[in-house]
């Protein structure tokens, strides 16, 4: 829809309601106004039947009634009542001259009729009705739906006073038929009056927003030229009217809209840019300073939601006194950028903040702030420092091991044929040949166990509880753990939690045997080796607890390259964290560790959480 239908559409219909809202006003009060009537000319009734009723019983004490019993006085004012020709005469022209009485009745104090318009119900009890008032004093809806409802009679009553005392009542009925044959006519008339007011509107509401918005078109081009940064033509831009005026303006907004969208799109370029590193925390601050930007990791650094920092300025972020306020104030006031500034946090944490402003033809517009943890930089660094070495080293491996097979074979081969010419030599050159042929076989071993190293490995993944795989691992152990002195403790999650991974689990298995094995190995005084599970948003956490003599600091750096070991002469072998390592490597996991010498080493697993599969059972009988 164009905006000049839009805008017709809301000015015409703001009319109509107008119009319908009068109308409707109208039509209440004229329905009101007519109950008022009725009700009046119905109070007329019952004070001329009252006044009628008190003349047709004279003074009592002036005939041989007996005024002390009350039955008695009763008896004869009822018999002066229904005997009054005058009062019965005006009884029947209450019902016959007015067009909305339906009835009219003198009732004694115990609610029976006297004298009635229908004789049939003199002498008894008259039923209760309901004020012609709730009628008259309803809503206007409620006084629509009581009228055309079903027929109903309301009652018009004053006391009746005679011989000085109160003796019932006068009743005059209403009745809605007769009503809504009253008023019909006239809210028929009213209603027509009302609709042909609403249409009048209507149509004149149309033409005349219609007329007003003519010159609509002509702006909405102006706003399409000077959004496309066009000029506007010479002869619409100079006018003096109105019309003129306001295409000079949107010329210029459109020059000022199309310089914004420049120093926009410069600074969308910049924020991309940086946004590629996800890790880090990012605060985009604009020219007076306050946040139109926020990263979901800064978060983390400032302890807050990001809907409580959007809109704000870097005094209200940051003047909470913490370390990262005192860094980031003064470097802000002083228009001082920070390159990669780094200190320690409240929690303990190292952080590193670069402040960067950004500017645009020397003009600044705005402030770019980049939080990351530094521990997690270097662990990055580290991981892929590893990585790096590990694929040297595998590199190295496959060729050297293609390079000494080789002898090995040919070695082999001839020492085979002397052992063979050899046969009738001497016990002791018999030995020598048997010893050189077992080292050569050994070597051949060592050579093979690196080819397997380096071999890309076809993984059998399927998904798997890793609280199994845990506790094969330490049914593996025990016995090797027991000879040390060591107990092996599971501290796993109950079993409606289940810790699912995609993984191999021959190889996953031997990854963690690993590490529980050199756990044990590190516990030479025995102890207690833990093995943990958990769910860590969406990864799986699995930890080696040990209790033995820790990492030496400058060995840590090295702990997983192949061949590496800190056990000396005492049978490592330096393949078994590098095996680890690779392993997880395969599995798009992690390995890491904390240790501490004298206080034992925890190494962590980490594993994606294996995505929940369909039921296809579920899923079969839904389809059914």
Not at 101 to 118: E, K, M, Q, S
Not at 265 to 282: F, I, P, R, Y
Request: hydrophobic letters at 40%.
């Amino acid at each position: 829809m164009s905006r000049k239908f839009i805008i017709v559409f809301a000015i015409t219909t703001l009319f109509t309601a107008l119009v319908v809202g009068f109308s409707w006003i109208y039509l209440s009060q004229l329905l009101r106004q007519r109950l008022l009537w009725a009700d009046e000319t119905a109070s007329q009734l019952t004070n001329q039947l009252e006044y009628a009723a008190s003349k047709a019983v004279p003074d009592l004490t002036s005939t041989r009634v007996d005024t002390n019993n009350p039955k008695a006085m009763r008896t004869a004012i009822t018999n002066y009542l229904q005997t009054d020709t005058n009062l019965n005469d005006m009884l029947e022209a209450v019902v016959g001259n007015s067009r909305i009485i339906y009835d009219a009745a003198i009732i004694d104090p115990n609610g029976v009729a006297i004298l009635d318009t229908n004789p049939a119900l003199n002498g008894k009890p008259v039923p209760e009705r309901a004020r012609l008032g709730v009628l008259r004093d309803a809503s206007f809806r409620r006084q629509l739906r009581m009228l055309y409802g079903p027929a109903t009679v309301y009652d018009v009553s004053i006391g009746l006073q005679l011989d000085g005392q109160e003796f019932g009542s006068v009743r005059v009925g209403v009745s809605t038929v007769f009503l809504r044959n009253e008023l019909t006519p006239k809210l028929q008339q009213a209603a027509f009056f009302s609709v042909v007011a609403i249409f009048c509107s209507l149509v004149l509401a149309a033409m005349v927003s219609n007329v007003a918005l003519g010159p609509l078109k002509a702006i909405a081009r102006n706003l399409d030229s000077a959004s496309a940064g066009d000029l506007l033509p010479a002869e619409e831009s100079g006018s003096d009217d109105e019309v003129g005026l306001v295409s000079l303006k949107i010329a210029h907004l459109g020059r000022q809209i199309r310089d914004t969208n420049q120093i926009f799109s410069a600074l969308k370029d910049n924020v991309e840019q940086v946004m590629t590193k996800l890790q880090d925390g990012l605060m985009l601050f604009t020219r007076d300073t306050r946040v139109v930007l926020v990263s979901a990791s800064a978060e983390k650094f400032l302890g807050r939601p990001r809907r409580e920092i959007l809109g704000r300025t870097v005094e209200e972020i940051f003047s909470d006194g913490t370390v990262l306020g005192a860094v980031v104030l003064p470097a802000f006031q002083k228009q001082r950028p920070l390159v990669q500034y780094e200190f320690e946090a409240a929690d303990g944490r190292r952080v590193q903040v670069s402040l960067d402003f950004i500017q645009e033809k020397g003009t600044p517009i705005g402030a770019l702030l980049t939080m990351r943890d530094a521990e997690s930089v270097r662990r990055i660094e580290d991981e892929i420092e590893i990585s790096r070495r590990l694929s040297a080293s595998g590199r190295l491996t496959r060729g050297v091991a293609h390079e000494v097979k080789n002898p090995i074979n040919a070695i082999v081969l001839h020492l085979q044929l002397l052992q063979n010419k050899l046969q009738q030599d001497d016990p002791d050159t018999r030995r020598h040949m048997d010893i050189i042929g077992n080292e050569i076989h050994r070597l051949d071993r060592v050579v093979q166990i690196l080819v397997d190293f380096t071999r890309p490995r076809d993984l059998r993944l399927e998904d798997v509880d890793l609280r199994k795989i845990l506790e094969n691992v330490s049914a593996l152990a025990a016995p090797d753990a027991a000879r040390h002195g060591v107990r092996i403790v599971q501290e796993l999650p109950n079993e409606d939690d289940a810790l699912m991974v995609r993984v191999d689990s021959d190889l996953m298995k031997q990854a963690i045997l690993n590490l529980v094995l050199n756990g044990v190995q590190a516990m030479t005084e025995g102890g207690t080796l833990t093995l943990k599970a958990r769910r860590h948003d969406e990864m799986i956490l699995a930890e080696v607890l040990d209790q033995g003599s820790g990492i030496p600091p400058e060995a840590q750096e090295k702990i997983f390259e192949l061949y590496f070991t800190t056990k000396g002469d005492k049978g490592g072998s330096g393949i078994g964290l590098a095996q680890t390592y690779q392993i997880m490597q395969w599995h798009y996991g992690s390995v890491e560790f904390d240790s501490i010498v004298g206080a034992g080493t925890t190494f962590r697993l980490r594993l994606p959480a294996a995505v929940a599969k369909p039921d296809r059972r579920n899923n079969e009988e839904m389809t059914a």
